[in-house]
């Protein structure tokens, strides 16, 4: 990353935190674990593990970034090789077009609550598509929300500072008013406080380590990128306390409010469980009969989740995936087009389908941490402890047998067997839960701490292979980027002899990539 584009201080990294932390899918998970049976003492002592564990992971996995300056698309070539780094990229690609479309059919119904508390008419169609599972209104949301994330995806990362703050305080002015409406009608936190769970398959332990694997699955693919975001660091650790402070703190604050807020409203709406903030908002304005004061304090809120979803939409999905893109294709793609890309992709994926109830959220989000748990692990064991942060920044855009990174014929077999191991003790687990959502093994309850299985099987056994069968050139190379010295420049590469290098830069928006088509 060039020095003139790390333009995120220590400030920035809280406003980042403020955006991925404090958003719709917080709210949710938190609400949801109510929903999924357990007290709400229960569910938040879930998450506030899980939300340490993301700051953790955050620290860890933008190391590089912060060190190197250099992204997730980048840095997979030295774990995986200058060809077998396409592989995580197209499953993070895959992963994140699901998290795209959840956030944006989430955005879209926000923004039909936002223009329904404008016009009834709206608010009150019934009309529906897709068999009934999808309102015709919250398709129309879509589109118009759609149209605003486009104008957004304009602006360069290195310039979204100052919208994130905005997106921030409108949002945390929802959480403040819902949770005030919430508190004060009810006189204190509902009802479910005192009432007894019942979680699933009545297993109280293995619940909370279902919601805390949540937390980690939800956020999972995002500080698996993290470096995407601390490449842009203006001085060295401006992430890391920030990251461990504010993530955590972030997540939990936002998760406890979903709890209260369900917990209240539960009571007030009639009993039902309520785990969407939006549709929460749906049903106080049709509680309060289309009142002026409901229908106002509707639509800022309703306002307040759409900047929201927009927010992390750039964040975690749009910015990181339109990187992976670029390094899949780079003479074709960019940033921009591979985001615009992903935004088509996620309508396909039908994200009204897998939100239809909460125990289908929480599986699909837990699911996919099988696949991510497994690459963090191995990126961390690669990076912390095999090279103890020591890379050959030059080689990795040198795109043939010339690099110390292009292995087996571009191939790292070390990372796949590992990523494998990973995978295989929760796979079946996986399948047995959505096949039969009924089923419960032992099978199921390793499915039920994916990440935490996932992540360390797949941590210990990358270090071990390494230790016995050690990759070529460990300890050479530098522990942190030198900005004396210059990569992707054709000239500068030219001097020492390579020309498999394609460096482009498009639309204001930086890809670098080697060109391995011609090898």
């Known amino acids: 990353m060039p020095k003139e584009r790390r333009t995120y201080a220590i400030w920035s990294y809280c406003i980042y935190w403020c955006i991925s932390g404090m958003c719709i899918s917080a709210y949710t998970t938190g609400s949801t674990l109510l929903a999924f049976g357990l007290t709400p003492q229960q569910a938040i002592g879930a998450l506030i593990v899980g939300a340490f564990c993301t700051g953790l992971l955050s620290v860890a996995c933008g190391w590089m970034g912060e060190r190197h300056h250099i992204g997730f698309t ?59 599972v999808l309102m015709t209104k919250d398709l129309i949301g879509m589109v118009i929300y759609y149209v605003f994330f486009i104008a957004i995806m304009q602006v360069p990362p290195e310039k979204l500072q100052k919208p994130f703050i905005v997106s921030s305080i409108l949002f945390a002015g929802t959480l403040i008013g819902l949770l005030a409406w919430a508190v004060s009608t009810v006189d204190g ?46 001085r060295p650790f401006a992430p890391t306390l920030s990251q461990m402070f504010f ?10 409010v979903g709890i209260v807020v369900t917990s209240c409203a539960k009571q007030i709406l009639g009993g039902q469980i309520i785990w969407q903030p939006f549709v929460l908002m749906a049903r106080i304005q049709d509680f309060y009969g289309d009142s002026p004061r409901a229908r106002a304090a509707v639509f800022f809120a309703g306002l307040g989740c759409t900047c929201a979803q927009l927010g992390i939409s750039i964040v975690l999905n749009s910015v990181s995936a339109g990187m992976d893109m670029a390094g899949l294709n780079p003479k074709y793609l960019n940033i921009r087009r591979g985001a615009f890309i992903l935004a088509a992709a996620g309508i396909l994926s039908n994200p009204w389908q897998y939100l239809s109830n909460a125990t289908t959220f929480l599986t699909v989000i837990s699911g996919f941490g099988i696949f991510m748990a497994p690459f963090t692990g191995v990126m961390l064991a690669d990076y912390h402890i095999v090279r103890r942060y020591v890379i050959k920044m030059e080689d990795l855009y ?37 096949t039969d959502p009924t089923a419960y093994n032992a099978w199921v309850k390793l499915f039920n701490i994916t990440f935490f299985i996932g992540l360390s099987v797949s941590f210990v056994a990358y270090c071990v ?25 054709k000239d500068s590469v030219a001097s020492r002899g390579s020309e498999s290098f394609d460096h482009k830069e498009k639309d204001g928006l930086e890809t670098k990539v080697p060109d391995l088509s011609s090898v």
């Open 465 to 489: 292979i390494c230790w016995i069968s050690p990759p070529p050139g460990l300890g050479i190379g530098e522990t942190h980027h030198d900005d004396s010295m210059v990569f992707g420049e």
């Open 74 to 132: 980048v840095s997979s070539r030295h774990t995986w090789g200058m060809r077998g780094a396409y592989f995580p990229i197209i499953i993070r690609t895959f992963v994140t077009i699901f998290w795209d479309g959840l956030q944006a059919y989430w955005g879209g119904q926000a923004t039909t609550v936002t223009l329904g508390a404008i016009f009834t008419s709206l608010a009150h169609m019934k009309s529906t598509l897709a068999g009934g």
């Open 189 to 234: 936190g509902g009802p479910m406080w005192k009432e007894p769970g019942n979680p699933s398959h009545g297993s109280i332990g293995w619940s909370m380590m279902f919601g805390i694997t949540s937390i980690l699955g939800a956020w999972g693919g995002g500080t698996l990128g993290q470096s995407d975001w601390t490449r842009y660091a203006d």
């Open 247 to 256: 993530a955590p703190i972030m997540i939990t604050v936002t998760c406890i």
């Open 398 to 434: 040198i795109g043939d047998k010339r690099s110390l990174y292009w292995y087996w014929h571009g191939f790292h077999w070390r990372a796949l067997v590992a990523w494998v191991m990973g995978i295989f003790p929760t796979m079946p687990g996986m399948i047995m839960t959505v």
